[in-house]
């Protein structure tokens, strides 16, 4: 197999170096040489005044990145002192234009509004040279080309801002992503091991089989929490990969039973022939569970708890409902205060699903959330 390498492009600084080094060796085409022939020739002034022309108008352009207007303004200083003494006017006309293109594609804010004036005062002076040339349209080719110079880098510069946008948005969702991967792994494990660790304290006094029985169970979340992480961890290295770790809906009896073995009076129902969807589904509708027992467990201890899964022709309906206080808007915001909500709804949202979460009409804490199959 033909191995496939990705496109290299050249460092911005080297590439500023080339295009100075080739606007340099242009531009010395133009010196008068005294080893020229007769007539063709300059004198030692004529020369070392060329010279300064050409260095003006090509080694600025090592700084077109950081100043565009100041290359701009030296370079048409040049092509001005060139047509005033009957130089040739290509190399400096070329550079003119690679310095509009740098105005356009690396200016400011400022200098890129300033860009869009001077491109549509070329436009206009093109048309109106255009008409008033008698035939001679030289001037009106050069503000043309001066126009399309600067709209060039306008759209080059376009381009890279919705580029950086993109990237900054997909770091975004990235960032969120994990948040909501560590969040859903961490808190419940931690706080199943939270209640079990004050059930064996309160127990390691007056009953140390109790208290035995607690800290197994705590060593159980421990180990379970564990191979959760190496499995966030796994996915997050090789992104796009499906790991047969991942949790899926199969595993909601074993969540169920790790709820009831942390306190919670906690039932599973199914409805429907359950089926394999989509990976990105079924972790979905297990991280749902996942974090409404969890919340249950940190803020109705003792409960009971219904986990109801109903397998649809579209997808799969998630509902879980408590018997507790019903809320948890009295919960401070850095102890998590729907944190991993918010998380969930991103989740179905991604999903084109939807979740729903608040008190029930009869009390309690009811979460549900529609998977769409999207397979």
């Not at 079990?196 to 705590?218: K, N």
């Not at 749902?288 to 027992?293: G, I, R, Y």
Request: hydrophobic share 50%.
């Amino acid at each position: 197999m033909s191995r496939a390498w990705p496109p290299r492009r050249l460092p911005a600084r080297t590439a500023d170096r080339l295009l100075a080094a080739a606007l340099l060796i242009w531009a010395l085409f133009d010196v008068p040489w005294w080893w020229r022939p007769p007539g063709h020739g300059g004198s030692a002034l004529a020369i070392a005044g060329v010279l300064g022309l050409a260095a003006a108008q090509s080694v600025p352009f090592l700084w077109r990145r950081s100043q565009p207007a100041a290359v701009l303004a030296l370079t048409g200083a040049c092509l001005a002192v060139k047509y005033a003494a009957h130089l040739n006017l290509w190399s400096a006309g070329a550079a003119v234009l690679a310095g509009a293109y740098g105005l356009g594609a690396y200016g400011g804010r400022a200098v890129r509004q300033a860009a869009r004036l001077l491109a549509f005062g070329a436009v206009l002076a093109a048309l109106i040279t255009l008409q008033a040339g008698g035939g001679d349209h030289t001037a009106a080719v050069a503000c043309a080309l001066l126009a399309a110079a600067l709209v060039l880098g306008e759209v080059t510069s376009a381009h890279r801002d919705i580029a950086t946008a993109a990237a900054r948005h997909a770091h975004d969702l990235e960032r969120a992503s994990l948040a909501r991967e560590l969040h859903d792994v961490v808190a419940h494990q931690l706080s199943a091991i939270a209640v079990q660790a004050g059930a064996a304290r309160l127990a390691s006094a007056g009953d140390p089989r109790a208290a035995s029985a607690a800290i197994a169970a705590i060593e159980r979340q421990a180990r379970g929490g564990l191979a959760e992480l190496n499995t966030l961890v796994r996915e997050l290295r090789q992104p796009g990969t499906a790991d047969p770790d991942l949790p899926r809906l199969s595993d909601l009896p074993r969540l169920v039973q790790r709820a009831r073995e942390s306190g919670l009076r906690a039932e599973f129902r199914v409805k429907g022939e359950p089926r394999q969807l989509a990976a990105a589904v079924e972790l979905a509708g297990y991280r749902v569970v996942q974090e409404s027992l969890t919340n249950a467990i940190r803020y109705a201890p003792g409960a009971a708890a219904t986990v109801h899964l109903a397998y649809r022709a579209d997808g799969v309906a998630v509902d879980v409902a408590d018997d507790g206080p019903g809320t948890l808007a009295a919960v401070p915001v850095g102890q998590g205060g729907g944190t991993g909500l918010a998380g969930l709804s991103e989740r179905a949202r991604l999903l084109g699903g939807c979740l729903e979460a608040g008190s029930g009409p009869e009390g309690g804490f009811v979460v549900h959330a529609f998977l769409p199959d999207t397979r």
